[in-house]
């Protein structure tokens, strides 16, 4: 029981120094990272007239939307969004068409800036997602313990009595029961 109330005093400490001082200072680095994303596509924009109005606003208000909300990628983002997804038909229209325009705009530079951004926003969920790590941990070691157990009783069932007997040997020393089939 000791070393249960140590597990959890340290899976509390490490998610509060991750947190409360870890997590921040990475959410602030993707953000700055978003902030010269958008100031590079702002570059673009004014130092280029071939670049497409549509994908670059697209672009630009993606950005935006995720300048302030970089705490909000969870998981239960993730499973939100992949419900309304298969569930909506328009949603799901409505995301493939904007992504559709997104890949086929003719400057490579843009397409390269939302490539840039989906990495940062797939780092802020990974960031967001890794105080959960030392939760799941010990939970996969107990499944993964689990099905070896398994395995090994239903090897220990199948051992013939000889090597029964060589393997767990009774403590007693008293003979073992044999039992005849009638």
């Known amino acids: 029981m000791d070393i249960l109330l140590l597990i959890a005093a340290f899976i509390a400490g490490f998610h509060f120094v991750y947190e409360g001082i870890i997590l921040p200072s990475i959410r602030l680095t ?16 004014f130092g280029n007239d071939s670049c497409d109005e549509a994908a ?10 995720y300048l302030n909300r970089l705490h909000l990628v969870t998981i239960s983002l993730r499973v ?16 493939e068409d ?6 086929q705009a003719h400057n490579e530079s843009l397409r390269a800036i939302v490539r840039k951004s989906d990495r940062v926003i797939g780092m ?4 967001n997602s890794g105080a959960y790590f030392i939760y799941i941990v010990p939970i996969v070691f107990c499944f993964t313990m689990i099905s ?9 069932f ?6 029964a007997a060589r ?16």
Do not use: C
Not at 31 to 36: D, G, P, S, T, V
Not at 124 to 127: D, G, H, R, Y
Not at 148 to 156: C, M, N, Y
């Open 30 to 45: 993707l953000r700055n990272r978003l902030f010269a994303l958008r100031d590079e596509l702002r570059a673009l924009k």
């Open 56 to 65: 670059f606003d697209l672009v630009h208000t993606g950005i935006n939307n």
């Open 80 to 95: 939100r969004m992949r419900k309304l997804y298969e569930s909506d038909a328009d949603f799901q229209k409505q995301v």
């Open 98 to 103: 904007r992504r559709a325009l997104i890949e």
């Open 124 to 127: 802020a969920f990974i960031a």
């Open 148 to 156: 070896r157990t398994w395995s090994f009783a239903k090897a220990l």
């Open 158 to 163: 199948a051992l013939p009595t000889n090597m």
């Open 167 to 182: 393997l767990m040997p009774l403590i007693d020393g008293g003979s073992q029961l044999h039992l005849q089939a009638r």
